[in-house]
């Protein structure tokens, strides 16, 4: 009934010309991990203009994860997964929302040191970073697995599943 309404999927088994939470994602990766360098700059220097930009980074990707995860949600939906992909897929995209919120609570944590004191950040809020900063590099590799392991979104993996192969 609803079918009609739908856009076609392409070879890529989209309704777009190819996926989008790939691009997203790479603006949060880049601005949690750079707003992370200038936090360590920063500290160590004591240049209080690299913890105003790590402070816009993280504001930045809080905002934008949000819409990589939509991104990620719906194409994660039309990946069409097999058995082999799902744990990863599954792991990927638990972690995936749970880093929406940790970066949203490490951010209005940053937001409470700025208001405090923006020319200081206290050694925690470095340790959490790079916590963060690990996890992040733990969700890439698992992106990197679903793309280049299992094909997710691939044109051959699309035509294996059409075809019964996987």
Known sequence: MFENLLPALNDHNLPYPDTIHPIVVHFVIAMVLFAFICDLIGYFSANSRLLEVSWWNMFFATVSIFIAIIFGQIEAGLAQAYDAVEPVLNLHTLIGWSLSGIIAAI????????????????????????????????????????????????????????????
């Open 107 to 166: 951010t209005a944590w940053r937001y409470v040191i700025r208001l405090r004191d923006p020319k200081k950040i206290p050694m925690s809020y470095l340790g959490v970073g790079l916590l963060l900063t690990i996890l992040v590099f733990f969700q890439v590799y698992l992106g990197d697995e679903l793309v280049w392991v299992y094909g997710l979104h691939t044109v051959p993996v699309v035509e294996a599943i059409k075809e019964g192969v996987l």
